[in-house]
Structure formats: structure tokens, C-alpha cells
């Protein structure tokens, strides 16, 4: 089997390697593969996210995945030889205030029913964990099996990993899916070229639904949600952990790479098809990014950047077969597209070449839309 995959972000690439690792042949196609919305992600893992809280299917998917990243960050780097930037250092969750620590001790209780491993700390144990921090620290968690990942780093060795498994990567644009006969043979090429396949997989975020050739409702909305998301530097690392940090009511969250980058993110925006970084966006993070940790106002300004994040009609990720035969989706993971890498890929995979999705992904097929509709 062939599979066509449209979309070079971690989504795309990660299910290309896994196709290839599962003996079919894949051909990944973007114009820009190391410029996605992932290629801009922080890429923090935390144990849990409020994306996730009160919505069991997607809870589920999300720790499944979150079990699955230690194992496919090890065979990504053997198939790569090279990093992708995993570290599994501990998450900290600091509170400034009584009311976000209490937000926190509600959190606490969640995470330790789902058996997660989480410390309570004082605020002498978050300062002594991350002196850096601001000393009016009320509180906070400890998740010590969770960490981040760099998504840049993530990229570059899923696409090693693809070439070295003998796929192609094609950097030109799809304009739109070719059928024959009601079924998706493959895709159109800008360039004016084609590309056949047994089946086409789109994974291109909240260019999804735009492309040509596709039947009316076979394909739901995927809107673009804005994100700005900085990035700081220093010699040294500035922090030592992933950290989360709640002031107000308003959250941010620092995630540390082991070269001295700070990231920062990240505003949330539904803006449409705007991707402006604005003085407003900048301002607000870095007021947030100050308020935990007083000292970054001395670091390096490296990078203000702007990512749309894939967000489906009811917020959920969009796996699986598509009412036209041969064509399939993977897209729609809103904010949480590197956390949920893992079991996205094992699931398509698995569908591709057991004709079946897992049952921890079945509520995503794209058939809820369809027959909501019908």
C-alpha cells in the first residue's frame, strides 16, 4: 500500500515514519515541512491540560499517547540518529495566589486519581526546585515522569527518520485531491504535477477543508486558531524545567531548552486567518512571563512568532475514513497536536493496515460529523 500524506507538521511526518515502520510506502508533501503550527509549539508535555479535563474520550487518547512519547522518542532517534529534543525532567505548577493554589490542590486531586505521580510543594520547595522564580510563590506540583519536547528538534528527526526508512518527502503544495471512480486516487500538485496513491491521508492542520476536489461534507471545518508564542535566550539555561505558572487566574507556561532558549506561550486567539504578531500579544506574555519570573526582563528577545493551531467544529481531533473511499483524515488537534503525536500515528497505522481503528481512537472518526448532519 501506498499512502499519499498531505501536511509535513509532526502529525503528518510522525504517521508517515510509522506507515514506513509498518512496511507500506509513504510520500509526505508540504511546501514547508519545518514550518507548521508544531514547528512553532512550545512543545510542553504536562501530565494533564484543560484541554483535556472534562472530556473522557479525548482524556483517555491524551494519556494513552502521554505513555506511549518515552518509547517513540527512543525507536524515532534509533531510525534517526539523531535527538528530537525529548526531556522527561518534571513538570512544576506554580501558584501566586490563594485562590490559584486552591485552583491547583483541585488539580492535584485529578491527576493522582488518574494515577499519576504528583508532589505537593510549598512554596520553599517550588523556590528550591526553580529559585528563579518570583519570591511571592504560594505553592505549587511536582509531575515528576512529565517534560516537553522541542518540536523543531522533533521535525527534523521525523523527517530524517521518513528518508532513512525510504520515503519521499515532495515540497511542493496540494491544491487538490484527484478521484477516479468516487475514490481518491491522489493529489494535485501545484507545480502542475500529480501524485497517485492507494490512499491519501490529509493532515494539513486548518488548510484542511480547503482543498480542491473534495465533495461537499466529506471534510469538516477546521478553523485556524491563533497563537503567539515567544522566545527568549540566554547563555545559560534560565530555568531548569518545564514550569506553569498561574498568577490571577492567568496562566503561561516557560518551557527550557537545554541551549539557553526560553519559550513562552502562548495567547489564544480566534482571529481567522490572521497571523500578525502584534505589540498587544508580545506585551501580554511577557508581562505574564515577568510576573513568574522576575528576572527574564534581562534575557535576549530571540523570536516573536505566530502559529494557527487546527481546531474541528467540536474541539475534538479528526481521525480516520472520510465517506469518500481512500481518503482519510488526521487533523483537527487544536492545541494539543505534539502531546497527542504518538497515538494519532499508532492509530492511523493501525487503520491503514487493519482496516480498524483502535477503540481509544474511535470517537474521533470523522463519521460523528456525517451523521450529525445527515
Same mark, same amino acid.
Given at each position: ?158 523527517? @530524517?527518520?521518513? %528518508?532513512?526508512? &525510504? ?10 485531491? *484527484? +478521484? !477516479? #471512480? /468516487? ?75 537545554? @541551549?539557553?532558549? %526560553?519559550?513562552? &506561550? ?10 500578525? *504578531? +502584534? !505589540? #498587544? /500579544? ?93
Amino acid at each position: 500500500m501506498h499512502v499519499v500524506i498531505v501536511g509535513g507538521g509532526v502529525i503528518g511526518l510522525a504517521a508517515a515514519w510509522r506507515a514506513l515502520a509498518a512496511g507500506l510506502t509513504a510520500t509526505v508533501i508540504d511546501p514547508a515541512p519545518a514550518s507548521k503550527a508544531s514547528h512553532v509549539s512550545a512543545g510542553m508535555l504536562p501530565p494533564v491540560t484543560e484541554q483535556v479535563h472534562d472530556r473522557g474520550p479525548l482524556l483517555r487518547f491524551y494519556l494513552d499517547s502521554r505513555d506511549r512519547y518515552p518509547s517513540f522518542v527512543a525507536e524515532l532517534e534509533d531510525d534517526a540518529g539523531r535527538p528530537a529534543g525529548y526531556r522527561r525532567d518534571g513538570v512544576l505548577d506554580a501558584a501566586f495566589d490563594d485562590a490559584d493554589l486552591a485552583g491547583l490542590h483541585q488539580l492535584r486531586d485529578f491527576q493522582i486519581s488518574l494515577g499519576i505521580r504528583t508532589e505537593t510543594l510549598a512554596a520553599r520547595d517550588c523556590l528550591s526546585l526553580e529559585p528563579r522564580l518570583a519570591p511571592t510563590v504560594h505553592g505549587g506540583l511536582f509531575a515528576p515522569d512529565d517534560g516537553s519536547v522541542d518540536p523543531r528538534r522533533l521535525t527534523a528527526a521525523l523527517i @530524517d527518520a521518513v %528518508l532513512r526508512r &525510504g520515503g519521499d518527502l515532495v515540497t511542493d503544495a496540494v491544491t487538490g485531491v *484527484v +478521484t !477516479a #471512480g /468516487g475514490r481518491a486516487t491522489g493529489v494535485r500538485l501545484r507545480s502542475g504535477g500529480t501524485v497517485s496513491g492507494d490512499r491519501v491521508v490529509l493532515a494539513a492542520g486548518c488548510w484542511t477543508h480547503r482543498l480542491g476536489g473534495l465533495p461537499p461534507g466529506a471534510v469538516p471545518e477546521i478553523r485556524p486558531v491563533k497563537g503567539q508564542i515567544l522566545r527568549l535566550r540566554s547563555d545559560l539555561p534560565f530555568l531548569t524545567r518545564t514550569t506553569r505558572g498561574v498568577v490571577a487566574g492567568a496562566s503561561v507556561y516557560l518551557v527550557p531548552r537545554l @541551549d539557553g532558549e %526560553l519559550v513562552v &506561550g502562548a495567547t489564544y486567539e480566534d482571529v481567522g486567518d490572521d497571523t500578525a *504578531v +502584534t !505589540a #498587544g /500579544g508580545v506585551q501580554d506574555l511577557l508581562a505574564r512571563a515577568t510576573a513568574v519570573l522576575p528576572g527574564a526582563t534581562a534575557l535576549e528577545f530571540a523570536e516573536a512568532s505566530t502559529g494557527q493551531r487546527p481546531a474541528a467544529p467540536d474541539g475534538l481531533p479528526v481521525i480516520g475514513e472520510t465517506n469518500v473511499p481512500g481518503l482519510l483524515l488526521c487533523t483537527g488537534h487544536f492545541r494539543i497536536g505534539v502531546q497527542l503525536t504518538p497515538a494519532t500515528a499508532d492509530a492511523l497505522v493501525a487503520l491503514l493496515t487493519t482496516g480498524e481503528l483502535p477503540e481509544s481512537a474511535k470517537p474521533f472518526s470523522p463519521s460523528r460529523f456525517t451523521t450529525a448532519t445527515a
